[in-house]
């Protein structure tokens, strides 16, 4: 079968873009360790508020000096609405919702979920930038949806 140089050209172009970006990928994921969450950790989600790992909303500092965010989604704000935590340390964000999904996404930074009834969602990071950083909810969740947002304040750390 006859193939012409320019369309030879661009085949082995192509397929040498596809290959690129699934080397690039598989290098990212599997010597870097950048794969997404997988923490998987169910609740009923009728009884969130109810639920023990939920009672104590807000932030916990642990022993190791890392810090436990626990907070609950609802249609249309997040609870508690204000957290406080200083910049440097890790801090695990846990959270859930009561009825509908909702998102999760600090604005300017990393920080980014979905939060899904059924789940408790998780993930953890520090900020190294002290200041106000925005809580959006980013999945469409109802009428109110541009209302649900919060506050997350970086104060700076004792170190
Ligand atoms: Cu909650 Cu949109």
Redesign the pocket.
């Known amino acids: 079968m006859h193939v012409d140089f320019y369309e030879r050209v661009w085949m082995w172009g192509a397929g040498a873009t596809i290959a690129l970006f699934l080397g690039a990928t598989a290098f990212a994921a599997y010597s870097q360790g950048r794969l997404p969450p997988s923490h998987i950790e169910t609740i009923d989600p009728q009884a969130v508020w109810t639920d023990q790992r939920f009672a104590d909303r807000g932030v916990v500092a642990n022993s190791d000096g890392s810090y436990t965010v626990t907070m609950i989604?609802?249609?249309?704000a997040f609870q508690p609405n204000e957290i406080r935590i200083p910049a440097g340390s890790p801090v695990t964000f846990r959270m859930s919702s009561s009825d509908?999904?909702?998102?999760f996404q600090i604005v300017g930074t990393n920080g980014n979920t979905m939060?899904i009834p059924g789940y408790v969602s998780q993930f953890t990071m520090s900020f190294d930038d002290p200041g106000e950083y925005l809580i959006v909810?980013?999945?469409?969740?109802?009428l109110?949806?541009?209302s649900?947002y919060g506050k997350l304040i970086v104060e700076r750390g004792a170190q």
């Not at 989604?73 to 249309?76: C, S």
């Open positions: 989604a609802l249609m249309f509908v999904v909702h998102g939060v909810c980013n999945e469409y969740c109802g109110g949806h541009h649900m």
